[in-house]
């Protein structure tokens, strides 16, 4: 069993920067391919990044040279650092943990609770 708990979340200008942290309880923390999804009003999950513990990461198209994930794995977390965020990155971000390398949703077997994101124009 997997523990996620997001946070970092809030309100910032568009051009603004927020930085999201998943904390995962367990030891297998390393093994877990670590994902970020974002669901705004209205509108379906959608992948955002992911990355393993050997360094790989992937990026959704509308984020890429903004958005960043690392992890850590000596303390069991991932963080997904947003650059000049936008108006339409507004959603809930969710951290999901999975056991293959992914970009779908189904794929995850642990989730966050979701942590907000608010980009003001």
């Not at 309880?25 to 990044?49: D, H, I, L």
């Not at 994930?69 to 809930?92: C, F, G, H, W």
């Amino acid at each position: 069993q997997v523990q996620l708990v997001e946070s970092g979340g809030g309100l910032v200008q568009a051009g603004g920067s927020l930085r999201l942290s998943c904390a995962a309880s367990g030891r297998t923390f390393s093994t877990y391919y670590m994902a970020w999804f974002r669901q705004a009003p209205g509108k379906e999950r959608e992948f955002v990044s992911v990355t393993w513990m050997g360094g790989s990461t992937l990026y959704t198209d509308s984020v890429k040279g903004r958005f960043t994930i690392s992890r850590d794995n000596a303390k069991n977390t991932v963080y997904l650092q947003m650059n000049k965020l936008r108006p339409e990155d507004t959603a809930v971000y969710y951290c999901a943990a999975g056991s293959v390398w992914s970009t779908v949703q189904r794929n995850y077997d642990y989730w966050g609770q979701g942590t907000q994101v608010t980009v003001s124009s």
